[in-house]
């Protein structure tokens, strides 16, 4: 296999905001001698407490989301996370040796090359199906809450509580006694929690908890979600607050074309105005799951003329 690709400590998320911070703030520098100053210039110390307080201005998410591309293309950053550079005939050659036990040697070369990829047949087809009945008898119970109420989580202060129309719940593979996950989601979260999540362990540096929410998505008002990111991107092997990874498993039975709720990936332009990849559409099939680079790929979930059922996991 190829060496371990190097992190860029220049490029951190940190250091790539005070760069966006700075532009918006570009003040000359204080002079080192105060014969520099004009003649009037009168210094007080006892005065420094009179000073206003800067009032600072925050910056939408989206605005910010876009300076940080400027900089860096957001896939070439997520890479770095990997351990190896899979796009390379050498480590291509070697992924006999990756030791996956769920997804194939393509599914992370497509993760790689363009931040996303998708995969059918993981999960039997009873587990889901008995999985999906479990998710709607939540919902008849209560346990869903209305996204757009979170609007005011000082947790999450880029939220837009306009921005969807889905009913959430969290749930949690270690609460088995609790019987909110039933058995066929208990089963669907031992999956992620375990197969998957270390094979992309064995790929990607991982490096925090993960979070696993279940969606519906109700017909009448045409509930969607609109463009946004989950994450920003990171290269740091150390940070916990970014998610890196993103797996959605969809549980929709009998799904068609008119039925709507596709998920919409975004393609990618660069700062010069040329496009890196054409938008794409996936079809939220039982079964299919979709595997994406968090803090790489814009997405949004097309407006829903049946009920839609998903559940995401969000790896760090």
Request: aromatic letters at 8%; hydrophobic letters at 35%; glycine letters at 6%.
């Amino acid at each position: 296999m190829s060496t371990d690709k190097k992190m860029n400590p220049e490029g951190a998320l940190e250091s790539r905001i005070l760069k966006v911070a700075g532009k918006e703030n570009d003040l000359p520098d204080f002079p080192d001698n105060k014969s520099d100053l004009p003649s009037d210039y009168e210094y007080d110390p006892d005065q420094l407490d009179d000073v206003e307080e800067e009032v600072v201005e925050e910056i939408p998410e989206n605005e910010l989301l876009k300076y940080l591309d400027e900089q860096e293309n957001p896939l070439y950053i997520a890479q770095r996370l990997f351990y190896h550079e899979i796009n390379t005939t050498e480590s291509q050659a070697d992924s006999a040796h990756w030791n996956l036990t769920c997804l194939s040697a393509r599914t992370i070369e497509d993760l790689y090359a363009h931040g996303w990829a998708t995969v059918d047949g993981l999960i039997d087809l009873p587990t889901l199906k008995g999985a999906r009945i479990e998710a709607e008898k939540l919902y008849e119970n209560g346990e869903y809450t209305r996204a757009s109420d979170l609007a005011n989580d000082p947790d999450d202060p880029f939220r837009d509580g306009t921005a969807r129309d889905d009913w959430i719940t969290w749930l949690d593979p270690q609460q088995r006694a609790s019987g909110k996950n039933g058995v066929h989601l208990q089963a669907v979260l031992d999956f992620i929690s375990g197969p998957l999540h270390d094979d992309l362990a064995k790929m990607i540096r991982l490096n925090g908890r993960t979070e696993y929410q279940l969606a519906v998505y109700n017909p009448g008002m045409g509930a969607r979600y609109e463009r946004h990111r989950d994450a920003f991107p990171t290269d740091d092997p150390e940070d916990t607050h970014q998610r890196r990874i993103t797996a959605i498993l969809y549980l929709n039975p009998g799904w068609t074309p008119g039925h709507g709720g596709e998920l919409k990936i975004y393609g990618r332009t660069s700062p010069n105005g040329v496009t890196d990849a054409a938008d794409r559409t996936v079809d939220p099939l039982l079964g299919k799951l979709v595997i994406f680079l968090s803090g790489v790929v814009d997405h949004a979930v097309l407006p829903a003329n049946t009920q839609r059922v998903a559940l995401t996991a969000w790896m760090r």
